[in-house]
Structures are given as C-alpha cells and as structure tokens.
C-alpha cells in the first residue's frame, strides 16, 4: 500500500513549482516610494523594516551602505535589501543624510531635494510587502544585500524599470494599479535572476535546486491535503527516514513534518483571509481531520481562532 502512494506521488510532481506556490501565497505586494532627479551631493537613511526593498539607479552611480557593508552601485544596477535592514544610499561615502521619509515628502509637495546644481543621478526606490504574519524561509535564505549588475537594455527586467519609470512620468505619480503590478513583477524577476545566476545559494533557495529536496517540498506543496508521515515522504523520494530527516533539517533549518505543519498554517491563514471557503472546506483542502482541528492549531500558531482572524481582516479591509 505504501509503495503504490508512493509510486503516485513519484509521478505526479514533475510540473510543479514550488517557489511560485509560496510566491502566490505570500502575496507580495509592490509599490514605488521615490522616485527623483538628484544633483550631488545628496544622501538618505532608510530606517529599519521587515520589508524587501530595492533602489534603481536609472541614470548615474550611488553607493549603499549598511551595519555590515559598503556597495558601489553603476548606472543600470539595481540593489536590493531583502531583510529591510536599516541602510543608507548617497552619491558617495560620508554625505550628509536626510531620511528617506522626509526627501519622499518634498517631492510628494513638489519641493524635491537635492536639486542644486547639476543633475547627477535619477534613482527609483521600491518596497513589497507581504503578508508578514506567514513565515517562510524564503526570504531569510537571501543574503542582506542583492547586487544585480551588468544589466542590459534588452534584458526583460530593465524594459520592466522602463514601463515603470514611463508609467511614473506619464501619471507624475509614483502609485497606481500598473505601477504597483509591475513592481510586483520586477521582484518576481529579480529573485528569479538570482536564484538562476547564483551559484551559492543557501536554505531553501539551495533546496530548490537540490534534486530530492526539491521533490520533497514539491510533494507538500502540491499535495498539503494528504496525511504525510516520514514513511510515505522517504518512500516517494527514495531516501530511509534518518538521511530525510538529516538532509532536510541540514537544507532548510526545520524538519520535513514541522516544514508540512507550518505551510498547512500557511495555506490557512491565506485561505482564511482571501476566500469565503467556510473552516470544514479549508480543513480538508489543507489536511486537518476536521474544522475543530484546525481551529485550535490556528489559534496556537497566530493567537486568534479562525473566526477572530476573520473578523479583524474584515474590518482593516473595510
């Protein structure tokens, strides 16, 4: 019986793709935050935050610096800070700085900084957001500083900076339905680079590319309905339980049942917050015996049952 599971298993994965089901249930969110003519010398501060965000140098060179680290930025390069981490963006090292808040302000006003003299620089700022509350080893996987370099103008992630930089210049504004799409979309493509381009890369982006880890989270992913248990997962995958478990925890940091309880919580809070799927409906999509299963598993995980996480999500939506 075991081996006919997992024979199906083994031949149901093939298409799947992980990275864009967390993608998807995630749910980034982009937006442009300033976008701006400088004229040297110039800088800004960004104040920590749990959010990705990404700085474009459309036109001239910057540096980027955090806690740990200084990077030279060319024209056409784009810099992105995963992790949200407090960090700095300036023409060079040691300007003056004023926040990022403030000089956002000033252009919103039409008073933009930075503005005597010649013009030296045209930079685009960027952030996405994500439903935080759903933590994924994703984004932990990425290093504190993404450096893409080198990039052409046929490249499909520049003709994206382009539709965004002309979206912005067409509407003088830095927010609307196209410009936060194709926000969302120019990050999709970055992490897509790096993860192609990259080789070394660690946690679950290293998984991904690790065949049998791969197939792991491509069968929880896929299948989070299905009661796994370390048997039926060693079987499909062709490993015995202790290498499993070993190589699991080795590539991703948590083991392969915590990794299936964790995405189920996932999947809930998503389908809680984004469908009308009544609690017995989502209990079966996800793998919980029943709706009294999962109201306390929700509880335990989030803080609220199913039915208060609905009704606050309801009225911050309203």
Known sequence: MLKNVAHQLKCSTSEFNVLD??????????????????????????SSTMLPRFHIALAGGFCVGTEQSKVTVAPMDIIMIPDGDMHWIADQVGRELVSSEQAGDACALGLPLFQQGEITNRVMCGLVEYDEAIKHPILSA??????????????????????????????NSKKNSIIDRLTEVLFI????NFINKNEHLTGFLAALKEPRLNKILQLIHQHPQRQWTLDIISEAVGMSRATLQRKFKAGIGISPMAYVSRWRMAKAYQLLKYSNSSLEDIADVIGFADARTLRHAFRDHYGDTPSQFRKKTRLKIS
Do not use: C, Y
């Open 21 to 46: 089901d967390v993608i998807d249930t995630l749910r980034f969110r982009g937006s442009i935050f300033f976008h701006s003519n400088l004229a040297a010398p110039w800088g800004m501060s960004l």
């Open 142 to 171: 990425l290093p504190s500083i993404v450096h893409l370099a080198n990039i052409k103008t046929n490249d499909n992630i520049w003709k994206t900076v382009e539709l965004i930089d002309a979206e912005i210049n067409r509407t």
């Open 189 to 192: 493509q970055l992490l897509d």
